[in-house]
Protein backbone atom coordinates (compact mmCIF):
# COMPACT_ATOMS: atom_id res chain seq x y z
CA UNK A 1 0.00 0.00 0.00
CA UNK A 2 1.38 3.39 -1.44
CA UNK A 3 2.56 5.61 1.84
CA UNK A 4 0.29 8.85 1.81
CA UNK A 5 1.63 12.12 2.41
CA UNK A 6 -2.19 14.11 3.19
CA UNK A 7 -2.37 17.90 3.16
CA UNK A 8 -5.74 20.30 3.19
CA UNK A 9 -6.63 22.84 0.67
CA UNK A 10 -8.83 25.11 1.70
CA UNK A 11 -10.86 22.38 3.69
CA UNK A 12 -10.26 19.69 0.90
CA UNK A 13 -8.98 16.79 1.96
CA UNK A 14 -5.91 15.95 -0.95
CA UNK A 15 -3.57 13.00 -0.71
CA UNK A 16 -0.11 13.02 -2.17
CA UNK A 17 1.81 9.83 -2.60
CA UNK A 18 5.53 10.18 -3.99
CA UNK A 19 7.31 7.67 -5.88
CA UNK A 20 10.87 7.92 -6.88
CA UNK A 21 10.47 11.58 -5.13
CA UNK A 22 7.95 12.80 -7.65
CA UNK A 23 4.44 13.73 -6.49
CA UNK A 24 1.24 11.61 -7.78
CA UNK A 25 -2.21 12.92 -6.56
CA UNK A 26 -5.49 10.85 -6.16
CA UNK A 27 -7.46 12.33 -8.69
CA UNK A 28 -10.89 11.48 -6.71
CA UNK A 29 -9.33 14.60 -4.45
CA UNK A 30 -8.42 16.87 -7.30
CA UNK A 31 -11.30 16.48 -8.93
CA UNK A 32 -13.51 17.37 -5.63
CA UNK A 33 -11.33 20.43 -5.26
CA UNK A 34 -12.10 21.45 -9.32
CA UNK A 35 -15.29 20.44 -8.96
CA UNK A 36 -15.23 17.95 -11.42
CA UNK A 37 -18.19 15.08 -10.76
CA UNK A 38 -16.86 12.05 -12.63
CA UNK A 39 -13.73 11.09 -12.04
CA UNK A 40 -13.44 8.99 -14.92
CA UNK A 41 -14.12 10.43 -17.35
CA UNK A 42 -11.42 13.04 -16.07
CA UNK A 43 -9.24 10.35 -16.32
CA UNK A 44 -9.83 9.63 -19.67
CA UNK A 45 -8.96 12.90 -20.97
CA UNK A 46 -5.60 12.61 -19.71
CA UNK A 47 -2.90 10.76 -21.50
CA UNK A 48 -1.34 7.38 -20.55
CA UNK A 49 1.74 8.26 -18.81
CA UNK A 50 -0.20 11.14 -16.72
CA UNK A 51 -2.33 8.98 -15.03
CA UNK A 52 -1.96 5.56 -13.06
CA UNK A 53 -3.73 3.21 -10.52
CA UNK A 54 -2.52 2.75 -6.31
CA UNK A 55 -3.70 1.06 -3.43
CA UNK A 56 -4.59 3.99 -0.96
CA UNK A 57 -5.85 3.81 2.48
CA UNK A 58 -9.38 4.52 3.10
CA UNK A 59 -11.72 4.85 6.19
CA UNK A 60 -13.24 1.75 4.43
CA UNK A 61 -10.13 -0.01 4.05
CA UNK A 62 -7.46 -0.40 1.40
CA UNK A 63 -8.95 0.62 -2.69
CA UNK A 64 -7.58 0.98 -5.91
CA UNK A 65 -7.74 4.55 -6.72
CA UNK A 66 -6.59 6.62 -9.70
CA UNK A 67 -3.81 9.13 -9.08
CA UNK A 68 -2.27 11.83 -11.16
CA UNK A 69 1.17 13.21 -12.03
CA UNK A 70 2.59 16.72 -12.21
CA UNK A 71 2.01 16.95 -15.91
CA UNK A 72 -1.97 15.36 -15.11
CA UNK A 73 -2.52 18.08 -12.20
CA UNK A 74 -1.30 21.26 -14.63
CA UNK A 75 -3.74 19.40 -17.80
CA UNK A 76 -6.40 19.43 -15.26
CA UNK A 77 -5.60 23.08 -13.82
CA UNK A 78 -5.18 24.68 -16.98
CA UNK A 79 -8.07 23.62 -18.83
CA UNK A 80 -10.73 24.19 -15.53
CA UNK A 81 -12.63 27.64 -15.76
CA UNK A 82 -13.54 27.26 -11.75
CA UNK A 83 -12.21 30.17 -9.39
CA UNK A 84 -10.56 27.35 -7.33
CA UNK A 85 -7.79 26.19 -9.79
CA UNK A 86 -5.82 29.25 -9.95
CA UNK A 87 -5.41 29.58 -6.02
CA UNK A 88 -5.48 25.75 -6.44
CA UNK A 89 -2.44 25.87 -8.77
CA UNK A 90 -0.14 28.53 -6.83
CA UNK A 91 -1.03 26.43 -3.36
CA UNK A 92 0.53 23.28 -5.14
CA UNK A 93 3.81 24.97 -6.85
CA UNK A 94 4.53 27.62 -3.72
CA UNK A 95 4.49 25.18 -1.03
CA UNK A 96 3.12 21.73 -1.15
CA UNK A 97 5.47 20.80 -4.46
CA UNK A 98 8.68 22.62 -2.74
CA UNK A 99 7.91 21.45 0.75
CA UNK A 100 7.93 17.89 -0.89
CA UNK A 101 11.09 17.95 -3.05
CA UNK A 102 13.16 19.11 -0.35
CA UNK A 103 11.97 17.25 2.90
CA UNK A 104 9.99 14.15 0.59
CA UNK A 105 7.27 15.32 2.93
CA UNK A 106 4.49 17.73 3.20
CA UNK A 107 5.12 19.04 6.69
CA UNK A 108 3.20 17.94 9.69
CA UNK A 109 2.54 19.72 12.87
CA UNK A 110 5.37 19.43 15.37
CA UNK A 111 3.69 22.05 17.76
CA UNK A 112 2.07 20.01 20.55
CA UNK A 113 -1.04 22.01 21.32
CA UNK A 114 -1.69 22.07 17.67
CA UNK A 115 -1.70 18.33 17.89
CA UNK A 116 -3.62 18.50 21.15
CA UNK A 117 -6.04 20.73 19.04
CA UNK A 118 -6.17 17.90 16.05
CA UNK A 119 -6.77 14.73 18.46
CA UNK A 120 -9.66 17.34 20.01
CA UNK A 121 -11.39 17.56 16.95
CA UNK A 122 -11.41 13.76 16.28
CA UNK A 123 -13.34 13.52 19.83
CA UNK A 124 -14.99 15.76 19.18
CA UNK A 125 -16.46 14.51 15.80
CA UNK A 126 -17.11 11.13 17.67
CA UNK A 127 -19.11 13.00 20.07
CA UNK A 128 -21.52 14.75 18.36
CA UNK A 129 -21.77 12.85 14.78
CA UNK A 130 -20.26 9.47 15.37
CA UNK A 131 -17.39 7.27 15.06
CA UNK A 132 -17.48 7.76 10.91
CA UNK A 133 -17.16 11.12 11.14
CA UNK A 134 -14.37 11.12 13.52
CA UNK A 135 -12.55 8.23 11.18
CA UNK A 136 -13.18 10.66 8.43
CA UNK A 137 -11.44 14.15 10.38
CA UNK A 138 -9.11 11.36 12.13
CA UNK A 139 -7.40 10.77 8.12
CA UNK A 140 -8.29 15.09 7.30
CA UNK A 141 -5.37 15.94 10.37
CA UNK A 142 -3.10 13.79 8.29
CA UNK A 143 -3.00 10.42 10.37
CA UNK A 144 -2.18 7.36 8.34
CA UNK A 145 -2.65 4.73 10.08
CA UNK A 146 -6.17 3.12 11.01
CA UNK A 147 -7.72 6.00 14.00
CA UNK A 148 -7.61 3.64 17.45
CA UNK A 149 -10.76 3.25 20.36
CA UNK A 150 -11.83 6.46 21.57
CA UNK A 151 -9.98 5.98 24.66
CA UNK A 152 -6.63 5.54 22.74
CA UNK A 153 -7.54 8.87 21.05
CA UNK A 154 -7.93 10.43 24.36
CA UNK A 155 -4.42 8.98 25.64
CA UNK A 156 -2.65 10.40 22.00
CA UNK A 157 -4.19 13.61 23.00
CA UNK A 158 -2.93 13.81 26.64
CA UNK A 159 0.47 12.30 25.54
CA UNK A 160 0.39 15.62 23.70
CA UNK A 161 0.95 17.55 27.20
CA UNK A 162 4.14 17.37 29.65
CA UNK A 163 2.37 14.63 31.73
CA UNK A 164 3.31 15.06 35.30
CA UNK A 165 4.82 11.76 36.88
CA UNK A 166 3.17 10.89 40.11
CA UNK A 167 -0.22 9.40 39.58
CA UNK A 168 -2.46 11.77 41.60
CA UNK A 169 -0.89 14.87 39.42
CA UNK A 170 -2.01 12.68 36.34
CA UNK A 171 -5.11 12.10 37.52
CA UNK A 172 -5.74 15.86 38.56
CA UNK A 173 -4.43 16.96 34.83
CA UNK A 174 -6.50 14.03 33.11
CA UNK A 175 -10.03 15.29 35.07
CA UNK A 176 -9.29 19.08 33.86
CA UNK A 177 -8.21 18.05 30.45
CA UNK A 178 -11.60 15.84 30.25
CA UNK A 179 -13.72 18.54 31.64
CA UNK A 180 -12.52 21.27 29.66
CA UNK A 181 -13.06 19.07 26.81
CA UNK A 182 -16.79 17.80 27.34
CA UNK A 183 -17.67 21.22 28.31
CA UNK A 184 -17.46 22.63 24.28
CA UNK A 185 -19.58 19.90 23.18
CA UNK A 186 -22.53 20.50 26.39
CA UNK A 187 -24.31 22.65 28.22
CA UNK A 188 -27.71 25.05 27.93
CA UNK A 189 -28.30 27.19 24.46
CA UNK A 190 -27.54 30.73 25.16
CA UNK A 191 -30.10 32.86 25.42
CA UNK A 192 -31.97 33.49 22.23
CA UNK A 193 -29.93 30.62 20.38
CA UNK A 194 -31.87 27.63 19.51
CA UNK A 195 -31.00 24.05 20.19
CA UNK A 196 -29.72 23.44 16.32
CA UNK A 197 -27.75 26.65 17.37
CA UNK A 198 -26.02 25.88 19.62
CA UNK A 199 -25.00 22.45 18.94
CA UNK A 200 -23.73 24.03 15.76
CA UNK A 201 -21.63 26.64 17.79
CA UNK A 202 -20.53 23.98 20.66
CA UNK A 203 -19.19 21.43 17.42
CA UNK A 204 -16.69 24.17 16.05
CA UNK A 205 -15.85 25.82 19.25
CA UNK A 206 -12.68 22.80 18.84
CA UNK A 207 -9.45 24.85 18.49
CA UNK A 208 -7.34 24.87 21.70
CA UNK A 209 -5.17 26.44 23.44
CA UNK A 210 -2.86 25.04 25.88
CA UNK A 211 -1.61 26.79 28.87
CA UNK A 212 -0.09 24.15 31.59
CA UNK A 213 0.98 26.19 34.96
CA UNK A 214 4.59 26.14 36.02
CA UNK A 215 4.44 22.95 38.33
CA UNK A 216 2.57 21.24 36.21
CA UNK A 217 -0.48 20.26 38.34
CA UNK A 218 -2.88 22.70 36.29
CA UNK A 219 -3.44 23.70 32.80
CA UNK A 220 -5.87 26.26 31.18
CA UNK A 221 -7.68 25.01 28.05
CA UNK A 222 -8.84 28.07 25.96
CA UNK A 223 -11.19 27.20 23.32
CA UNK A 224 -11.49 29.60 20.09
CA UNK A 225 -14.72 29.60 17.67
CA UNK A 226 -13.32 28.82 14.18
CA UNK A 227 -16.14 29.89 12.80
CA UNK A 228 -18.07 33.01 14.35
CA UNK A 229 -20.52 33.42 11.83
CA UNK A 230 -22.24 30.64 13.34
CA UNK A 231 -22.45 32.29 16.53
CA UNK A 232 -25.36 34.26 17.99
CA UNK A 233 -26.15 37.01 19.29
CA UNK A 234 -26.98 36.98 22.96
Known amino acids: MSNIIPFNFEDHAVRVITRDGE ?20 ADRLEDDERDVSNVYTPGGPQDMSIINESGLY ?30 SYALPTDKQEWFSRFARVLGMWDTLGESAAEKEWHNIGMCCPMPRKAGVKILMEATLDMPTT ?16 AVFSGRPRK ?43
Open 167 to 182: IAEATSLKKIIANRHN
Open 75 to 104: NLIFTSRKPEAKRFRKWVTGEVLPAIRKTG
Open 192 to 234: GETAAQAKARRFHMVEKEICPSDDGKECTVITYATHPEQQTNP
Open 23 to 42: PWFVLADVCDVLEHTNSRVV
